[in-house]
């Protein structure tokens, strides 16, 4: 094929998280497939993550004061009431400088652009512009395809009516305008894919040839083979002490990694409710989080003995005081069979999924559109998943269609009853199980739909 691509990603490594991590495998398959692959992405100021080969790409950086000066003002715009402001669109102007000499001295013929209605989507569209030859993919990540959902949200806060129909109209103009000039549209989820297509056929400002370029475009599993990590990666300390303490026959073992926003405590909450209802009821099993300050928080009020001196303190809650807290974990904080940790590497928690049987994902009612990344790393690892989400969204639609999991429902009385059932097929050996054909699906570059891949 031989093509020279542009990758334009706002979150590329050695940024830590989701975000990079994706953008680095599909910069990888671009390349697999015979490209040239060029990243632009911001520039990096701190080394969050150095397991990523970067060198492998050519990459060019840009950068934006205005940026550092409006997030000083921005908590000054909310207090007078005013909407947030949003910083995506202050790179534009560095993308597109940078990108010209790029286009020019590489002779680019692909721009592949990563996330939403920010700066990397913009930035392509007017170099689109200004060199009309050049094929421009544009994929969307969630949950950017609900821009306007997220902004409406917080204009329904801070700002008066008029200054909101007059952003939301702005914001959607932009949004026509990639639509209109992107040659093809990658979405993840298959509720965007048809979400975008019903506001083609129901706007008269956007094309209705445009329905035939919007491909999907499933994340898929970004980390290392799993052969590997079961044979190769070092027990940390994590593993050997869940395995030698809580790895115990016909017990489940269920596990809830990262960090949530502030609208899903409530969800959480009900959810570990339960848990300790179901366990006063004598069902068995252990639950861990990882990487939760508000399961960590819920739970010390929870116990009677949060407030003991072997009780790691905030502060203290990371990996540096890791004796610290299995001590904790192991003898105080276990009333429940409920347990927290901190964050963790990320290469630590996958030798440590091996020993699990539930992975729980969450997903707020609003945005069914969505899909937690965590499915496919659980699926791939043969973890079924425990979905608090719609059973009308895309978390829903991919498990179901899959059978690697389980949908929990919002509503209190029918999660504990949900949970009760999984529970006693689990205990019955009757559980479903992830086969190895159906885990290798969900790995990314099985998942890839490169439009030009043929």
Not at 33 to 44: D, E, I, P, Q, S
């Amino acid at each position: 094929m031989n093509k020279n691509i542009l990758f334009i990603a706002t979150y590329f490594p050695p940024d830590s998280g989701v975000s990079p991590k994706i953008n680095y495998k599909t910069a990888q398959l671009l390349k697999s497939l015979g490209n040239n692959v060029y990243v632009l992405t911001k520039k990096k100021f701190k080394i969050e993550d150095n397991s990523y080969n970067i060198n492998e790409f050519e990459t060019f950086f840009f950068f934006s004061y205005n940026e550092t000066i409006i997030r000083f003002f921005v908590p000054f715009l909310r207090f007078i009431k005013t909407p947030p402001v949003s910083t995506n669109f202050f790179y534009v102007k560095s993308i597109v400088k940078i990108s010209k000499k790029i286009i020019k001295n590489k002779k680019i013929d692909i721009i592949y652009s990563v996330f939403g209605t920010g700066n990397e989507h913009e930035a392509s569209y007017r170099l689109k512009k200004i060199f009309p030859h050049i094929i421009w993919i544009s994929e969307y990540q969630d949950p950017w395809i609900n821009y306007n959902l997220i902004y409406l949200k917080y204009f329904d806060k801070y700002a008066n009516k008029l200054y909101k129909n007059y952003i939301l109209k702005k914001f959607n103009k932009i949004y026509f305008n990639h639509i209109n000039s992107s040659d093809y549209i990658l979405v993840e989820t298959p509720l965007h894919e048809n979400k975008l297509k019903n506001l083609i056929i129901e706007n008269n400002n956007i094309k209705n040839k445009n329905i035939e370029k919007i491909k999907l475009n499933l994340i898929g599993y970004c980390g290392e083979n799993k052969e590997i990590v079961i044979n190769n990666y070092e027990e940390n300390e994590y593993y050997k002490f869940i395995k030698e303490n809580f790895k115990i026959k016909n017990i489940p073992l269920i596990i809830f990694t990262g960090s949530t926003y502030s609208g899903y405590d409530y969800i959480l909450e009900a959810f570990i409710n339960i848990l300790i209802e179901l366990f006063k009821e004598n069902y068995k099993f252990y639950f861990f989080s990882f990487g939760n300050n508000h399961f960590d928080h819920y739970i010390k009020k929870l116990i009677k003995n949060s407030e003991d001196k072997n009780c790691p303190k905030n502060d203290e809650n990371n990996e540096k005081n890791i004796n610290k807290i299995l001590n904790f974990n192991l003898n105080f904080n276990n009333i429940f069979n409920i347990y927290t940790f901190p964050f963790i590497e990320h290469k630590k928690l996958l030798k440590i999924l091996t020993l699990f049987d539930f992975g729980l994902t969450v997903i707020m009612k609003e945005y069914k559109e969505n899909i937690n990344s965590k499915l496919y790393e659980y699926a791939y690892f043969q973890i079924p998943i425990l979905s608090i989400s719609p059973e009308d969204g895309s978390m829903a639609y991919l498990i179901n269609k899959y059978k690697i999991g389980y949908i929990l429902s919002y509503e209190k009385d029918k999660m504990k009853e949900n949970l009760k059932e999984i529970l006693t097929s689990f205990y019955k050996n009757q559980c479903l199980k992830i086969s190895n054909e159906t885990s290798e699906l969900f790995k990314k570059e099985n998942l890839f739909n490169f439009p030009l891949k043929n």
